[in-house]
């Protein structure tokens, strides 16, 4: 395999960079050491966490693809770095709650651990100045975000990769409570699945204790558990 030769920083984000290759249709994401919470607010530098989130987005990629849903991942291309499809990100992040907890247990006041007979989807408007609002599909074309046509076609890929996941995840006895997903479009135009998804990204509940394995132990001040607690999560995709 030829290798890749990374060229200008195009983008620098909380937790990854993204740089040009020669090749103008990819780009290579650099994962970083750093974990932020709060809108940012909360920061931490995590010695080798990058590596781990790198290994975790490229398994769960590589298998969510296996289902034919298409993503911009292309290929890990180290411990730090992969090479993707370059994609027009659509502000806006996709949340899917199994199970209550995080902010909608406070905007509901329903309790943490609530199993509800329906899953939610929620939309959240990329907008630091406006701390990513919660938004609804009727805001989001309002503001020329996306079109009706395309959140179809999102609503329909983010719940069967709800339904992947979380089949997956109980195999290996991980509740997946919640998740966030971001998409982008290609240079024809395609929706794809991009970003990352991780601990960072997701929580992750151990079946048999309830034990958060997710940047839920980072947002309650427990930075030192951090990376032992991913590593849990990378051994448990691996095994079996
Ligand atoms: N999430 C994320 N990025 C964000 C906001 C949320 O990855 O900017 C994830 C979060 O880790 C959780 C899910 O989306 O798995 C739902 O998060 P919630 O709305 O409860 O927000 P938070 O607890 O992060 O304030």
Known sequence: MSSIIKRNLLL?????????TDNPYE????????????DGLKKDFLQDKGILN????????????????QT???????????????????????????????SISKRLGVKEGTTPSNT?????????????????????????????????????????????????FLDKNIILVDFKIEFGKDSKNQILLSDEISPDTCRFWDKK???KLDKDIFRSGLSEKVF????????????G
């Open 12 to 20: 620098e984000g909380k937790t990854k960079k993204i740089y040009s």
């Open 27 to 38: 780009v290579i994401i650099h994962y970083k050491d750093s974990i932020t919470a709060l």
């Open 54 to 69: 790198n290994e975790i987005s490229t398994f769960i990629f590589k298998f969510i693809n296996s289902y034919g849903i």
């Open 72 to 102: 911009h991942f292309i290929r890990r291309i180290n411990n730090r770095e992969q090479l993707c499809h370059k994609v027009d990100m659509i502000p806006l992040e996709f949340v899917v709650r199994n199970i209550i907890a995080g």
């Open 120 to 168: 939610i989807f929620e939309i959240c408007y990329k907008n630091d100045k406006l701390k990513d609002p919660l938004i609804n599909d009727h805001h989001a074309v309002f503001l020329g975000l996306i079109s009706y046509e395309e959140l179809n076609i999102i609503h329909r890929i983010t719940s069967n990769i709800n339904n992947i996941l979380k089949k997956f």
């Open 209 to 211: 204790t309830s034990k």
């Open 228 to 239: 032992n607690t991913y590593l849990e999560i990378l051994k448990r995709l691996n095994v």
